[in-house]
T-cell receptor, first 116, second 114 residues
Framework: AQSVTQLDSQVPVFEEAPVELRCNYSSSVSVYLFWYVQYPNQGLQLLLKYLSGSTLVKGINGFEAEFNKSQTSFHLRKPSVHISDTAEYFCAVIPPYGGATNKLIFGTGTLLAVQP | DAGVTQSPTHLIKTRGQQVTLRCSPKSGHDTVSWYQQALGQGPQFIFQYYEEEERQRGNFPDRFSGHQFPNYSSELNVNALLLGDSALYLC?????????????FGEGSRLTVL
């Protein structure tokens, strides 16, 4: 079975500083990997995804993530954050088998708190 | 183009009652998934509806049931409410047939059970 671990429940950072949000997954088979963002009082929005190909994927709002198979990680990065990036970030996986059901397995989330 | 819409946005129930939550998918989408997000937790998959049938189910008791209508809209029903059912219930729509992981979420229905 797949599982996702987000090691940091909260990451405080100053505006314009770089940030990395960590995500590790546990799976005996290849998985598809995703980062979703949830702004206050809103639903989740897809930031970026890794299905195959290049291990460095770029998403919206200047975010990027790198898939590392040997370390089973998919960390999210941004070189310079803005106040508007304050939100909850969720890492998620889908096993590529078992039917095309798009069943996402989410981590517990990391609150990115950007301070002026 | 309307995105995913959910109703009601907030509701309060007492233990033992029943609740029905509603979802209209994004235009052109045929698949609806329901997730439960408890406070401070990530969303947990409840079940998914495709072609008016439950296609996959997560680890939730039979008190949780659903329905999908011919226009692809969906309902989530929870019977015999428990305090632990208090959560944000998220509806997500997608196109069936591919594991793209690209789900479009509504803003959720926040259920409080007293």
């Amino acid at each position: 079975a797949q599982s996702v671990t987000q090691l940091d429940s909260q990451v405080p950072v100053f505006e314009e500083a770089p940030v990395e949000l960590r995500c590790n997954y546990s799976s005996s088979v290849s998985v598809y990997l995703f980062w979703y963002v949830q702004y206050p009082n809103q639903g989740l929005q897809l930031l970026l995804k890794y299905l195959s190909g290049s291990t460095l994927v770029k998403g919206i709002n200047g975010f990027e993530a790198e898939f590392n198979k040997s370390q089973t990680s998919f960390h999210l990065r941004k070189p310079s954050v803005h106040i508007s990036d304050t939100a909850e970030y969720f890492c998620a996986v889908i096993p590529p088998y078992g039917g095309a059901t798009n069943k996402l397995i989410f981590g517990t989330g990391t609150l990115l708190a950007v301070q002026p | 183009d309307a995105g995913v819409t959910q109703s009601p946005t907030h509701l309060i129930k007492t233990r033992g009652q029943q609740v029905t939550l509603r979802c209209s998918p994004k235009s052109g989408h045929d698949t609806v998934s329901w997730y439960q997000q408890a406070l401070g937790q990530g969303p947990q998959f409840i079940f998914q509806y495709y072609e008016e049938e439950e296609r996959q189910r997560g680890n939730f008791p039979d008190r949780f049931s659903g329905h999908q209508f011919p226009n692809y809209s969906s309902e989530l029903n929870v019977n015999a409410l428990l305090l632990g059912d208090s959560a944000l219930y998220l509806c997500a729509s997608s196109l069936g047939g591919k594991n793209t992981g690209e789900l479009f979420f509504g803003e959720g229905s926040r259920l409080t059970v007293l």
